[in-house]
T-cell receptor, first 111, second 115 residues
Framework: RKEVEQDPGPFNVPEGATVAFNCTYS??????FFWYRQDCRKEPKLLMS???SGNEDGRFTAQLNRASQYISLLIRDSKLSDSATYLC????????????FGKGTKLSVIP | GAVVSQHPSRVICKSGTSVKIECRSL??????MFWYRQFPKQSLMLMAT?????????EQGVEKDKFLINHASLTLSTLTVTSAHPEDSSFYIC???????????FGPGTRLTVL
């Protein structure tokens, strides 16, 4: 089983649509969780951290289910500028800096 | 957030040559930097953890004699790909962080093409 697994997509959605991405991780001892965004041929940039209670940042909502080892990202009212690859990222060990990246889910928002 | 620069942004070289990539932390002192590699349509894979003043820690399967890492100061880490081959062609990205619970700040990456 891959350490961090994501549906690669692509997800092609119209502007204004709501889209959800899912991610599962294999290490139950994982400590920190993040969603990063990566534009084509660019470096990843943090979109948001994911907290146990779930958290929202504008149109973006992240949820964590530790029992199921499952993370989700919901994007409401999609914009053209949301087109990118979304990376699910996990820190698997407490006190460690090392991050494990999923392959990413590609999103294309269509006019 | 921290600002990380990388140089060069793109390099094309002949097989057998060595290529040095620099990673700089511009606005804070980074005792630890990370080097990743990303092949097309693949995830970022950690290659090594660079520690200022000590030897780098390499991930399993990464040859330390081929990918030389030097972290001589708190603001600069270098990765040298020695005797590069076409299979080393990839996107190399460095990062640093303020703590194990905070985000990592990535450099803009270096796209290496070995002919």
């Amino acid at each position: 089983r891959k350490e961090v697994e994501q549906d690669p997509g692509p997800f092609n959605v119209p502007e204004g649509a709501t889209v959800a991405f899912n991610c599962t991780y294999s290490n139950s001892a994982s400590q920190s969780f993040f969603w990063y965004r990566q534009d084509c041929r660019k470096e990843p940039k943090l979109l948001m951290s994911v907290y146990s209670s779930g958290n929202e940042d504008g149109r973006f909502t992240a949820q964590l289910n530790r029992a199921s080892q499952y993370i989700s990202l919901l994007i409401r009212d999609s914009k053209l500028s949301d087109s990118a690859t979304y990376l699910c990222v996990v820190n698997q060990r407490a006190g460690s800096y090392q991050l494990t990246f999923g392959k990413g889910t590609k999103l294309s928002v269509i006019p | 957030g921290a600002v990380v620069s990388q140089h060069p942004s793109r390099v094309i070289c002949k097989s057998g040559t060595s290529v040095k990539i620099e990673c700089r932390s511009l606005d804070f002192q980074a005792t630890t930097m990370f080097w990743y590699r990303q092949f097309p349509k693949q995830s970022l894979m950690l290659m090594a953890t660079s520690n200022e003043g000590s030897k780098a820690t390499y991930e399993q399967g990464v040859e330390k004699d081929k990918f030389l890492i030097n972290h001589a100061s708190l603001t600069l880490s270098t990765l040298t790909v020695t005797s590069a081959h076409p299979e080393d062609s990839s996107f190399y990205i460095c990062s640093t962080t303020l703590s194990s619970y905070n985000e990592q700040f990535f450099g803009p990456g270096t796209r290496l093409t070995v002919l």
